[in-house]
């Protein structure tokens, strides 16, 4: 059981937290539940939690206050659950750092599939690799400011420190650097790095484009490294034209 990937859900609703849970179970995750954002934080400190699944509306401290502190104490994968109107909460916790969300009522084979997705890239990153490390013995992508150390899944600025970024922020850029030069639209994205494909009123690219941006650009209202391409995507320039 130890061994097994560890899920928490926090949830107010007790159906939601149970339903979650027994079906997560069946499909082979170990899963604990929380009840709010106090609970969750006992939990959190108590074991090691691979990914949290957080809803958005709770009374007491919300789902987006308790995002914000895991992304920021931990490395743990983060999900939002939003109901399905709440495009501002939903807008709100990919800035946070969340690396994707559900809107419910949430289809537990979506559910499932997101989970996977976003644990697919969170351990594909290597643990315990040094920002530090020899330059020289690492494959580093210039992305404007900064670099993108394709070994140990992290982005350095100029000083060669470790900027933080979340996973599926790795995961974009990685896709950006194998495709230099070539626009990537909202689709291939999604599809590349979260499993799924766009629809148009789905705005968690470019909400994650412009965290990213502000990392990477000079002048993150005047992109030069990654460009929008009006109507068809997004492309990466190493160098300005």
């Known amino acids: 059981m130890s061994e097994k990937v560890h899920i928490l859900v926090v ?3 007790p159906d939601i937290r149970e339903s979650f849970q027994e079906y997560l179970e069946m499909n082979g995750y170990r899963v604990s539940c929380a009840d709010g954002a106090a609970q969750a934080r006992q939990l959190v400190e108590e074991h090691a939690i691979d990914l949290a699944l957080l809803d958005i509306s709770m009374p007491g401290e919300d789902g987006l206050s ?6 920021e104490h931990t490395d743990l994968a983060i999900i939002m659950v939003a109901s399905a109107g709440d495009v501002m909460d939903r807008v709100i916790g990919i800035e946070v750092g969340a ?5 419910k009522p949430v289809d537990l ?3 499932v599939a997101r989970v996977a997705a976003v644990l697919r890239w969170k351990h594909a990153a290597p643990v315990g690799t040094p920002a530090s490390a020899n330059a020289d013995d690492r494959a580093l992508v210039p992305f404007g400011l900064c670099c993108l150390d394709l070994e140990s ?3 350095l600025d100029g000083d060669g420190d470790s900027i933080s970024i979340t996973e599926m922020d790795f995961q974009v850029l990685k896709l950006f650097a194998e495709n230099a030069g070539r626009t990537l639209s909202r689709d291939q994205i999604l599809q590349a790095t979260r499993g799924r494909d766009w629809d148009p009123a789905d ?8 965290r990213i941006r502000r990392k990477i650009e000079p002048d993150p209202k005047k992109p030069t490294v990654i460009k929008t391409i009006h109507s068809r995507g997004y492309v990466y320039s190493p160098t300005d034209d």
């Open 11 to 13: 949830d107010d609703e």
């Open 66 to 71: 308790l995002a914000r502190f895991l992304r």
């Open 99 to 103: 690396d994707d969300y559900l809107a």
């Open 109 to 111: 084979r979506e559910l």
């Open 153 to 155: 899944h992290q982005l």
């Open 203 to 210: 705005r968690s690219v470019d909400i994650q484009m412009g």
